[in-house]
């Protein structure tokens, strides 16, 4: 009896042992209402995340038609996340462990990875308390944490992170005098001319019903500028803010006035400022669309789009001009650094005009004399509205934008040469620029179907999965080369993640390979 | 195929053990001259490749024996045993259907020193190799991939067999019944585990394997049997 009793404790012993919890956790894309996507495309590396394992699997491609993966742990409790403009960082956001209950408790963080061809996490930032929001600066110097979600939040807290510095000197807490109003958006400036000093990077707050200023080398120095009322005398907010950097000019649309509100960053005028804020309201004649700072033969001007005019307004003085459009564009995109200098006109910028209610697209000349501003918009009628208008970045064809229509189409409009080139699909497709700025991948999320349209050809090339693609990514390789990415995620039962790459040089799915199983790896 | 192999060899392992046999005489038939048993093999697999296949650590096999005395004096022998254990464990990963089918076959030298007439402790240290088949169901490639390898290894134990049935005497040439019970440690090498879809599985074209790492199935184990000796 003794003998079975031993044997069966032995068995007992033998018996015993787990395996680590996650192998019991499916993976399911994140849903993009989340705060997070269920992938992010970095210049080197596609970072697909796994929240149920609060981790990122990072793909990369070792050489073109090949791919490796790798797990990379994140905080607990994801808020949200996003790449840099140059999409050479990931930024992630996590709440940590809340209630915080032990000394050992992971805090709230903001985590940075490096998104190159060897992904690594490049630096984390502990907070004190965890924020839900994260807005980026497009130079990659700032971080604005907001909006915590503790029981008691204070939605004018913000917490400005210094990404050249590391630890928790990086951080400054700062809450915003408020008078009833939490943060909406936020613009971070290039440096600013602001007189009698050194230019000033600003970070510009736009609230309900107010403007905060900071000044980023002095991140506890702001000034609060009250927004204008509407015209009916009700209280407005902030629609959109533009800036010019050599003047140190600020104009912004408000709402429900056909007025524009310009702020010029003057030098103090009083002991302890670091600059002085003069402000102006300037009537431009109905409800501006949209507004853009622009330099003609005369110098600064802010342009407004009302109506079928094209209202100019010299911030100095408040004098407006106004030009007749052929239709009533509601967007504008200051080219004239896109174009080659041969078709740069002098003295002034050129302008691309835009609607999502009009066929026609045009480009707006301010380089001319005051007397040709009625000559100075050439429309072409390219048969489809445009929804947005997509920059290409690089070097090769920095005079090259991609038009959005609302429709199923899209357009690669050559800028120097004025030529559009249609490209019609059966579908809406998501439009993937790759990062080299040299070709655009389209797809729809769901399907097998694919494409590239390289610019230098504007041949498109149709591929076709064998799995649904939900995302496409454009990588290099860290042999060379470049690698397109399908993703294949959540497809099948169970959900995993996998992924078709072909080459984008040379893409075909004649030598495409495919990968799954990607979920599985680095389990613990 | 790798069962008409593994037949094969065993089929080979009893013949050399029944050519082999010599008489023991000082306890008679107490002292088994040829063995066959048929157990279960329990194993703890702590080793972080087999958490694909299973929730827990154990695998459990069943197990084939047999054993011949080769030679005996007084109350010990030595005896040339084999065995062929055989075990399948499905499970899930992430969701994901698994499986591993393991055949393991070890044969090697057996000491034995008998206490008392109807119990008698051994040690056996025994070379071993296995097949194993490792396979997943990818919902991504919506096909089943595979990986098969071979490994090789020692299995080391200690245990005890006490005769449940028997004629007292030792003369007597009718089959004894024993309950063998043993524990060791049982060594295996790594292999590694690189899940590939079969041609004709359905996965896309060029399908890359999926690398769930390494595996090693070394770890103690026990083993009860019961077997019968003539």
């Not at chain 1, 997070?36 to 609060?54: I, K, R």
């Not at chain 1, 930032?125 to 700032?142: H, S, V």
């Not at chain 1, 001009?321 to 003295?347: C, H, K, Y």
């Not at chain 1, 893409?507 to 990968?515: E, K, L, M, Q």
């Amino acid at each position: 009896m003794r003998t079975w009793a031993w044997l069966a404790g032995g068995v007992l012993v033998l018996g015993c042992g787990g395996r680590p919890s996650a192998w019991d956790s499916s993976y399911q894309p994140v849903s993009t209402g989340q705060g997070l996507a269920p992938a992010y495309g970095l210049t080197g590396a596609v970072a697909v995340v796994d929240s149920s394992l609060e981790r990122l699997t990072v793909l990369r491609s070792p050489s073109p038609l090949t791919l490796a993966a790798q797990s990379i742990p994140l905080g607990k409790d994801l808020a949200t996340a996003q790449t840099s403009a140059d999409r050479k960082t990931l930024f992630v956001l996590s709440r940590g462990v809340q209630p915080q209950r032990n000394p050992g408790d992971e805090p709230a963080q903001l985590l940075l990875i490096d998104g190159s061809t060897t992904p690594k996490v490049e630096r984390s930032y502990a907070l004190n308390e965890p924020m839900d929001q994260l807005a980026l600066d497009p130079k990659n110097e700032w971080a604005v944490l907001y909006s915590g979600s503790g029981v008691v939040v204070n939605p004018n807290e913000l917490e400005l992170v210094d990404l050249s510095t590391a630890g928790s000197d990086a951080i400054t807490q700062k809450t915003l005098r408020s008078f009833g109003g939490k943060p909406n958006r936020f613009t971070f400036t290039a440096p600013l001319a602001v007189p009698g000093g050194d230019p000033k990077r600003f970070l510009i707050v736009e609230r309900d019903s107010d403007l905060v200023l900071i000044d980023l080398a002095n991140p506890t120095s702001d000034v609060t500028v009250p927004l204008p009322l509407t015209d009916t005398g009700g209280s407005a907010t902030s629609a959109q803010v533009v800036y010019d950097a050599d003047s140190a000019t600020i104009g912004v649309r408000v709402t429900g006035t056909t007025s524009v509100f310009l702020l010029q960053l003057a030098a103090p005028t009083q002991a302890g400022q670091d600059f002085s804020v003069v402000t102006n309201l300037v009537d431009v004649g109905g409800l501006p669309a949209t507004i853009d700072f622009v330099h003609n033969a005369q110098g600064l001007r802010l342009v407004a789009l009302v109506g079928t005019s094209a209202v100019l307004v010299d911030p100095v003085t408040a004098i407006t001009q106004a030009a007749q459009m052929p239709v009533a564009f509601t967007g504008i995109r200051r080219i004239t650094d896109e174009l080659n200098p041969s078709a740069t006109a002098p003295n002034g910028d050129v302008a691309l005009l835009y609607g999502a209610n009009t066929t026609q697209i045009a480009y707006f000349n301010l380089g001319g004399a005051p007397g040709a501003l009625y000559r100075s918009i050439e429309p072409y009628d390219i048969g489809v509205s445009v929804k947005d208008v997509i920059d290409i970045p690089g070097d090769d064809f920095f005079d090259h934008k991609i038009l959005e229509t609302p429709s199923q189409d899209f357009y690669v409009l050559d800028l120097t040469n004025r030529q559009s080139a249609p490209m019609q699909t059966q579908t809406g497709l998501a439009l993937e620029v790759a990062p080299d700025g040299d070709r655009v991948w389209a797809y729809q999320s769901g399907t097998e179907g694919f494409a590239t349209v390289d610019f230098r050809t504007l041949h498109p090339i149709s591929l076709q999965a064998e799995r649904a693609v939900t995302n496409v990514f454009d990588i290099a390789a860290a042999s060379g080369g470049r690698s397109a990415v399908a993703l294949h995620l959540g497809i099948g039962e169970p959900p995993g993640i996998g992924a078709t790459v072909v080459d984008a040089l040379a893409p075909s799915t004649a030598t495409a390979r495919f990968y799954s199983g990607f979920d599985l790896g680095g389990i613990h | 195929m790798i069962c008409r192999k593994l037949q094969a060899v065993l089929g080979a392992c009893a013949l050399s053990l029944t050519s082999a046999l010599v008489h023991a005489e000082s306890l008679g038939s107490h002292q088994p001259h040829l063995e066959a048993s048929l157990g279960a093999r329990v194993s703890k697999v702590a080793d972080a490749g087999y958490d694909p296949f299973a929730n827990s650590d154990e695998l459990a096999q069943v197990s084939l024996g047999l054993g011949g005395t080769l030679f005996a004096h007084d109350r010990f022998s030595l005896a040339a045993v084999g065995f062929w254990d055989y075990g399948t464990h499905t499970g899930e990963a992430r969701g994901a259907q698994t499986s591993l089918v393991v055949h393991r076959l070890s044969v090697g030298p057996e000491l034995r020193y008998h206490l008392i007439t109807p119990l008698y402790v051994f040690v056996h240290a025994l070379p071993a190799f296995a097949h194993s088949e490792a396979s997943l169901d990818d919902g991504v490639a919506a096909a089943t991939l595979s990986a098969e390898h071979w490994s090789y290894g020692l299995d080391g134990a200690a245990g005890a067999a006490f005769e449940v049935y028997g004629k007292p005497s030792g003369q007597s040439w009718r089959p004894r019944l024993w309950v063998i019970a043993e524990g060791g440690y049982g060594y295996l090498g790594t292999t590694r585990l690189s899940l590939k879809a079969k041609a004709d599985s359905g996965a896309p074209e060029r399908t890359a394997p999926v690398d769930l790492g390494s595996l090693s199935l070394a770890g103690p184990y026990l083993r009860v049997s019961a077997a019968v000796s003539f």
